[in-house]
């Protein structure tokens, strides 16, 4: 992980400069320095943001491909309904049709 490049001396020096006693300065660069390593535990990489967005997609992924499968199930069972249905129909059909012909075709 990349550090944050914080000078204390620096820090402390323009302080200093500001009118803050030395004393008063240091402590202030300490506090600064700890916080930032402190920070910097619980700071996030690209790296592993990334992997965990990974991650999140490949299980996103096989959630809608299971249901998409699961679509095409219900959807072939339903077009075996329909087809059983298609036939019933075209019996229903054929049982009404062939006798009212047959009636109109009698001599």
Request: hydrophobic fraction near 55%; aromatic fraction near 8%.
């Amino acid at each position: 992980m990349a550090a944050i490049a914080f000078d204390t001396l620096k820090f402390v020096r323009r302080l200093k400069e500001a009118g803050v006693p030395e004393t008063q300065a240091e402590a202030q660069a300490e506090l600064m320095a700890e916080a930032f390593v402190y920070n910097m535990d619980s700071l996030v990489t690209k790296d592993h943001l990334e992997g965990a967005l990974d991650a999140r997609f490949a299980a996103q992924d096989l959630r809608f491909e299971n249901r998409v499968s699961d679509l095409y199930l219900r959807m072939a069972d339903i077009r075996g309904e329909l087809k059983l249905q298609r036939w019933i129909l075209a019996a229903i059909a054929a049982s009404t049709v062939i006798p009212a012909l047959m009636t109109l075709f009698a001599p």
